[in-house]
């Protein structure tokens, strides 16, 4: 990443984290693509594929968040790395997602039933309303299948990543760097030190993943 990426590079991995995880839902994008183009495939894993309009719905929110975090100082040298860090958490989506189907993961109706209702998005009064939630996903140009097929894969995302992350603990080494003291601060230092522990762990299985799926970018579709 570039240097004043760099800089910032705790938050704009969870930044980036929320960015595509708002897009199972405020994905609709405005980029218009010629033709046949929006099916292009921008990458390739496996059978699965990343067309191109799955991947510009996705940029134009990284790149509205990261305008809104860097302002003016958000140049073309910044827009074209973040250009190949969306493709790269892209992939990296779909090969979490197949690891997920190949270890027999599944999300039910209750759950995925469960989170729709808990959503804010679709609440009115602070209680879920069906309006509300029809409203917005026809606002978004989305039809509740589409939507919640969307959010099926999210939820199985999570799953994925919780059956990898949850068994991550600090060691009594790492336990025993942590400052003691003010009680508070110990354990905010604590869950970011397991925080970055997690996600190297996670990082170093879905990399794994890619030494045995065949993974075919095509970035000359974004340049």
Excluded: C
């Excluded at 790149?63 to 958000?74: I, L, N, P």
């Excluded at 989305?142 to 603990?169: A, G, H």
């Excluded at 508070?184 to 990082?203: F, T």
Aim: proline share 3%.
């Amino acid at each position: 990443m570039l240097k004043s990426m760099r800089r910032h590079a705790k938050y704009f991995y969870v930044l980036f984290l929320i960015v595509i995880v708002s897009f199972i839902f405020w994905g609709v994008g405005s980029r218009q693509l010629d033709g046949g183009k929006h099916t292009e495939a921008v990458a390739t894993i496996g059978k699965d594929k990343i067309t191109l309009a799955d991947y510009w719905r996705t940029y134009e929110r990284a790149e509205d968040a990261m305008r809104q975090v860097y302002g003016a100082k958000f140049d073309d040298n910044m827009k074209k790395e973040l250009k190949q860090k969306v493709l790269d958490e892209l992939v990296t989506e779909a090969v979490l997602y197949r690891a997920a189907r190949n270890a027999g993961l599944t999300v039910t109706d209750k759950e995925l039933s469960d989170s729709i209702m808990a959503d804010p998005n679709f609440a009115r009064n602070n209680v879920f309303d069906r309006q509300v939630y029809l409203r917005t996903l026809e606002f978004n140009r989305l039809t509740p299948s589409e939507y919640e097929s969307m959010k099926r894969r999210q939820l199985l995302l999570n799953k994925m990543r919780r059956l990898i992350e949850d068994p991550v603990e600090l060691s009594p080494a790492e336990n025993a760097r942590i400052p003691s003291g003010d009680e508070k601060a110990a354990q905010m230092v604590k869950e970011a030190v397991l925080g970055a522990k997690k996600e190297r762990v996670l990082d170093s299985y879905i990399r794994s993943l890619e030494g045995h799926i065949k993974v075919t970018e095509n970035p000359d579709l974004i340049s």
